[in-house]
């Protein structure tokens, strides 16, 4: 397979993936926004930001190597090719730090979900209860 055509797949494939991944994070930004005032500042920073500064990385990235590859094809010259190697990394650690960021703040969202229904409903419980107790020790 040319290298060209090897180099367009992977920029292409780490560009579906930042776009999948940065999707993610805006979705799971917008579905706590209204619970901003419960988070953390910086994760709510984090979910606003990220998105933005991964999507620059990897367009970055996606133009350092594209020109990279643009300049091969034009003089077939492999020491060129090193900038392409540069944009392909700076596009995979930035797919890397928005998904891993998206994983992390997920579950921890989700955890603080479970517990604040545990809360509600041990609440709920404790109040059913608390008549009877009160009449039990009036007895």
């Known amino acids: 397979m040319n290298i060209l055509v090897m180099g367009h797949l992977l920029l292409g494939f780490l ?26 500042p910086a994760v709510a920073s984090l979910l606003i930001w990220l998105p933005l500064a ?13 020109s990279s590859l643009l300049s091969y094809h034009d003089a077939q010259d492999v020491g060129e090719l090193s900038w392409f190697v540069v944009g392909a990394c700076l596009s995979i650690f930035a797919d890397l730090c928005a998904a891993m960021t998206w994983i992390t ?35």
């Open 54 to 66: 991964a999507a620059v990385m990897v367009a970055g990235g996606v133009a350092l190597g594209e």
């Open 105 to 139: 703040v997920r579950e921890a969202l989700k955890v603080t979900d479970a517990t604040d229904d545990l809360e509600t409903a041990l609440v709920s419980l404790g109040s059913q209860d608390m008549p009877s107790v009160i009449e039990r020790d009036e007895q």
């Open 15 to 40: 560009t579906a993936v930042a776009i999948l991944v940065n999707l993610q994070l805006v979705r799971l930004g917008r579905r706590y926004r209204s619970q901003h005032e419960m988070l953390p």
